[in-house]
């Protein structure tokens, strides 16, 4: 994991190959996310609604990512600290809505989650191989790499939800994943935070050390 010392180096989102991958990645995400809460609202599946927020609210953060590209670490660390709060407030609305779904469980449409579970992992799949060679960087890139592998994780739990929707022929599968997704939004938004927070203050201390000498 990137950042286990204070003096590694981390790549911090400065080239051009980077910049064009990401502006890929802001695009697929974008048009999944229509593609997805259409279908959510369709099929009545909270799982597919889950996971067309998680593509839009990673859709605003890779803008973010791109916009502070080059800028001081302290700025960088700033606008991964924005993304891991986005984070925890896209877990906890997921964890909420599903709550408010258990006392009004219906059954969504499972050949619905299916497809549209697949096109959506397919399309994380490419964006997560265009980010790889990426994946070891500063708070802010770091943030892009979790971003897009819970992504491709999450379209993974829809197709299981959605074959647990169809064998089964309850919602209660359907729950159980937008449950589990929003606790992966936390874990993530927590690793972003504690790396954001470390870079803060290695810059703090850094500059310290300037005004010192």
């Not at 990137?2 to 980077?18: I, L, P, Q």
């Not at 809505?97 to 697949?118: D, L, N, W």
């Not at 470390?198 to 010192?212: F, G, I, K, N």
Request: glycine share 12%; aromatic share 10%; charged share 15%.
């Amino acid at each position: 994991m990137a950042g286990c010392c204070n003096h590694e180096a981390r790549f911090d989102g400065v080239s051009a190959d980077y910049k064009r991958r990401l502006w890929l990645v802001i695009a697929i995400n974008a048009g999944m996310f229509a593609v997805e809460m259409g279908a959510g609202q369709m099929s009545g599946s909270q799982a597919l609604k889950a996971d067309a927020l998680d593509f839009l609210g990673d859709a605003l953060t890779y803008g973010i990512s791109l916009a502070v590209i080059g800028a001081t670490l302290r700025t960088r660390a700033l606008a991964a600290l924005g993304k891991g709060f986005s984070l925890l407030l896209m877990g906890a609305w997921v964890f909420g809505s599903t709550v408010y779904q258990v006392f009004y469980v219906g059954v969504p449409q499972a050949q619905i989650m299916g497809v549209i579970g697949f096109m959506a992992l397919a399309a994380n799949l490419i964006s997560v191989l265009l980010l790889a060679r990426y994946k070891d960087g500063d708070a802010n890139v770091r943030s892009v790499w979790l971003c897009s592998r819970n992504d491709a994780i999450g379209n993974v739990a829809v197709m299981i939800a959605a074959l647990g929707v169809w064998g089964t022929a309850t919602g209660w599968p359907d729950l159980i994943v937008a449950g589990i997704m929003g606790g992966l939004f936390l874990n993530s938004a927590f690793q972003i935070l504690i790396q954001a927070v470390r870079e803060w203050r290695e810059e703090e201390e850094a500059q310290a050390e300037a005004h010192q000498h």
